[in-house]
């Protein structure tokens, strides 16, 4: 796990925009460590950069959960909500696609 954990945080000085290493880091920190501050802090990153995940909000509103910061869960469930009605739904993206 030593050498797994060096490489997120590798990963993380030499592209510190990548929302899957965020996502990674904060999901070791929620699952492993059980560090929920330090997981949700992470997994905020992970979400503001990429906020089509949907696995980093979920993962996210369980940190919040578990921390009991109720609004906290609650706005990022919203987000969550908001980004999800927003995406283009995938057929139509296929659609758009085979019309280039």
Do not use: H
């Not at 954990?5 to 510190?16: A, D, E, V």
């Not at 999901?27 to 990429?50: D, G």
């Not at 908001?82 to 993206?93: F, I, K, T, V």
């Amino acid at each position: 796990m030593d050498r797994i954990w060096k490489s997120f945080l590798r990963s993380l000085k030499l592209n510190p925009d990548l929302p899957s290493t965020y996502y990674w880091i904060g999901v070791v920190y929620l699952r492993r460590k059980q560090q929920y501050n330090l997981a949700a802090q992470y997994l905020l990153q992970a979400v503001q950069r990429a906020p089509g995940s949907g696995a980093a909000y979920q993962s996210l509103i369980q940190c919040y959960r578990l921390l009991g910061d109720d609004a906290k869960a609650e706005e990022q469930t919203r987000k969550y909500r908001e980004a999800m009605r927003s995406a283009q739904p995938l057929s139509d993206l296929k659609a758009v696609l085979e019309t280039q």
